[in-house]
């Protein structure tokens, strides 16, 4: 049943690729990121818990060659199988862009059956003002989220979605198949609204977790 189902997804993925390739050429890139998170204190009463949570991300686009820095931090929910990360946070780019963060992470451990979990990322990006302009620039959004089965205790396979995007452009949607293996996890996402539209991108990600 597992081996049908990944085989399913891949076809279905290249079918969605091939037909999407078919009015536009296809570029590639690779990405890395390296994530570091945990937990501070602890508040238990019965099955809730509630600590404050720090998390570090350090992102490189092998295609463009340009790197980013995240860092989040606020309370962390978890009651049961639900955890909620109400977090504010702080975005840098080597040219000296920088955006303070709102973004509010959902997580369900268990979706239907034990084996399913489903996880939801938004972040709002609130621009500072421009060096000397005094201007702003407009709101922007990141949507991230996973749905992965457990396979086994170390294994995990689904499907990725993100969407980078502003109130006034649609921006830029990928999908594709991931899988994690312990700390690290790979992604293959589509991207078929790029920044050129006559180019659609196909992404590698890696991602290690400290």
């Not at 993925?13 to 998170?37: I, N, Y």
């Not at 009651?79 to 862009?97: A, S």
Request: charged share 15%; glycine share 12%.
């Amino acid at each position: 049943m597992r081996n049908t189902a990944l085989a399913l997804s891949a076809v279905l993925f290249l079918c969605f690729s091939t037909s999407s390739a078919s009015a536009k050429d296809v570029t590639t890139t690779g990405q890395v990121m390296l994530a570091a998170g945990g937990g501070v204190g602890n508040f238990t009463a019965g099955q809730s818990q509630v600590d404050i949570y720090l998390h570090g991300t350090g992102f490189f686009d092998m295609g463009s060659g340009t790197g980013m820095l995240f860092g989040y931090f606020g309370p962390r929910f978890k009651i049961e199988n639900t955890t909620v990360h109400l977090l504010t946070g702080l975005f840098l780019t080597p040219d000296g862009g920088t955006s303070v963060l709102g973004s509010v992470w959902f997580e369900q451990s268990k979706v239907f059956t034990d084996q399913l979990g489903w996880f939801l990322e938004f972040d709002t990006y609130f621009p500072m003002p421009t060096s000397g302009s005094g201007e702003h620039q407009e709101l922007q959004y990141y949507l991230y989220s996973t749905l992965m089965h457990s396979a086994t205790e170390n294994f995990k396979w689904g499907l990725v979605t993100e969407h980078f995007f502003s109130a006034e452009e649609w921006g830029e949607a990928a999908v594709g198949p991931g899988f994690s293996v312990n700390d690290l996890m790979f992604w293959v996402g589509y991207d078929f609204t790029p920044a050129d539209k006559k180019q659609d991108m196909i992404i590698f990600r890696v991602c290690y977790n400290l």
